[in-house]
Structures are given as structure tokens and as C-alpha cells.
């Protein structure tokens, strides 16, 4: 028995002397530079956000709440108040993902303080096609959601895109990303609204 | 038995010319066709792949009289996904940005044939000095190459060059270059080329 024991650590002392000290080599590094990598991740919501609602600053109002996305599945967003100079709130951010044509699709969604129009979206992360399905960024497509109404969007191949109602314009092109991002309005809007209000917090932003 | 083995010189070319992982060896296809729409991206996976290479050449090389050959290859994938993630973290931390447009492909350096072909081949047969060299070699051989390959496909994709604009106002942007058939097509010219430079028959 002690035989073997002797064997086993002859064979694999090398082994297991490395772990240890590669895998301590990766928790210093990942203490040192963790607060970092949590910040750079705050700054870059916080900088989206300031996008979509200018001059404001921006406290978590709910925490966690949760979206069912369809088929069984479900997600978990934090929901952000913008609250202007005078103390007022301007309205909410949150964030919102669903499937994309590659890949998932992150948003961060605004919308007004009495929940009835959209303030607008920017891409969180996403690995929609070079050339196409990555337009979603693009001005032409986010400005169609900018003052629209907060219930149900649908998508058109062809119309004005200048015109803000709940009718989008889809990307020439890339319709399966297109349809993505308005999927993912419609799945979060009604049920954000339904959570916060169930929350107390009131559709007025008070 | 040190002057037996490869000469600094010899390292060297083999690197930059004669082994190029992507030219010659054709290793290391996953990011050499992923992250070359751009020269950055080109820029910062192959200065990403130079750490690691050198990092676990080090280590092997340090390492070599102590491997037993049924857990080499075990030792040398720990040695590489340490540094990988050291790699990521720091990508994460101080380049955020050029972190998310890489996505998956950092981590996948771990995976990448380059990196465990010269622990095998070189690092785990000879001395700290050459090993280092070597990684340098293999490092720079293949980061020029896919600055060269991000080079061409940012210039036809969208008229610039490290977002400088090289083309003339007229030209209209290739699209196709930004998406995947942008990189097999200019790849394989650069290969085409390279054969026939080489005199290499098909």
C-alpha cells in the first residue's frame, strides 16, 4: 500500500506542485486586477445608459428581476432609475438579451419615466454578421425605437423609417437580426413594466 | 550537447520564414481567420499569443528534465491555459474594449496548435535561451502574418488601415472582406504566393 502511495507521488509530485502554483498564480493575478475588470463592466452600462438618458445619474431601483424569454427559459436583469438635476426621474434603463441571427444579443433598453414611450437601445454585446446583422448599431435602426410607443413593435420589410410608431423597418438584409432585437423589446417592455409596478414603484417614476 | 541543437540563427528563420506557423505549417487557422478584420485585433491576438508562447517555453524549458513523457502533455496544456487566462484577465482589465471584439478567441489561444507544437518541438528538448528565442520567432512570425491578412481585409473592407483612410473617396467598401469569405480568400492568396515564391508545387 505504502508502495503504491510512494509510486503515485513519484509519478505525479511534478503535477501537483504546478497546480498549486500556477493556480495561485491566477488567483493573485485575478484578486489584483478583478475590481478593475467589475468597473470597467459598471462604466460601460453607466456610459450606455448616459447615452440613451443624458444628464443623469443612474441608482439601481430593482434589483434581479426576472423575464421569461419564451420555451422555459428566463433571464435576470437589474432595473436602473435616471434621475435628472432636480432630483426628478427622466426614466428606466435595463438591461435585455434574446437570440440573435449568431449569437445571443444584449441590449440596454430606456424608456420614459411613465413607462409609455421607448427612449431608445444601444448593443451591450453581440455577434451579429459583419456588414449585416451588426447594423443593429447603426443610427438608422436604433432611431426608428426613439419616442415609440411602449407596447407591442412589429417588424416591416419596407416603409418610412422616419416615422415613429410601432411599426420598425427592417436592416435590408439582415431580417433575422432585425427581428432579434424587436423580439427582445417585446418580450421585456410589458413584463419590466408589470414587475416594477408590482414593486410600488409607480408609472410615473415615483 | 547544447551546440547540437538549433542555432539561433536557424531559430529565427524558421519563424519569420521557413516554419511560419500560418504560412508554412498552416497552424493556428482559428484565429488567423477569426480576428483579422481588423489590423488591432490582428495586432492584439498576435502580441496575446507572443506572451504565452514565451511564458510556457519558459516554464517547459525550466521543466524538462522533470517531465514524465505520459504527463507532458498535461503539463504543458496547465502551463498554457495559466498563462491564457493571465492574458485574458489583463485584456479584460486594461483593453475592454479590444477584449469583448476578440470575444472567445483569447481563451481559445489555449487550444491553439502554435503555442503546444513548441512546447513539444522545441522547449521541451532545449535550453531556457533558445527556447525564448524561439517563441519570439514563432511569436512575431505569426503575429506579421496576421497583421499583414487584417491589413488587407480592413483596407478593402472599409478603405482604412489602423483607422487612417488609405483609399480614395470613390472606392466602395468590400463587404464580403469583413466576413469570414474575406479571410479564406485572402489567406489563401497569401499562401498561393507564398508557394510560388517558394517554388512549392501544389
Known sequence: MLK???????QSWLLIVSSFIFGLLIAVTNTAWQPRIEQNKKDKLNNLMNVLIADAEFELAVPDVQVDLGRGKFAKSNVYKAIGPAGSCKGYCFGAEGAGFADKIELVIAVDAAFEK??????LSSNETPGF???????FYRQQFIGAPLGKLNLEKTGDDKKIDDEIVAISGATVSSTAVVNIFNNYLEQMKAKITAEGISADGK | MENKGPTVASVIT???WSENP???????MCPTLAVT???KPALTMGLSVIFVLICSNIVVSLMRNLLKPHLRILMFTLAIATFVTIADLYLKAFLPEMSATLGPYIPLIIVNCIIICRAEACASKCGLFISIVDALAMGVGFTVVLCILGAIRELLATGMVFDIMIMPKAFVPWAAMRMPVGAF???GLMLGLVNLVTGKKA
Open chain 2, 185 to 187: 480568400i485572402t489567406l
Open chain 1, 118 to 123: 421607448i427612449e431608445g437601445y444601444s448593443v
Open chain 2, 14 to 16: 524558421a519563424g519569420l
Open chain 1, 4 to 10: 503504491k502511495v510512494w509510486l503515485y507521488i513519484e
Open chain 1, 133 to 139: 446583422g451588426d447594423q443593429i448599431v447603426n443610427d
Open chain 2, 22 to 28: 500560418v504560412l508554412r505549417l498552416l497552424l493556428g
Open chain 2, 37 to 39: 478584420t481588423a489590423v
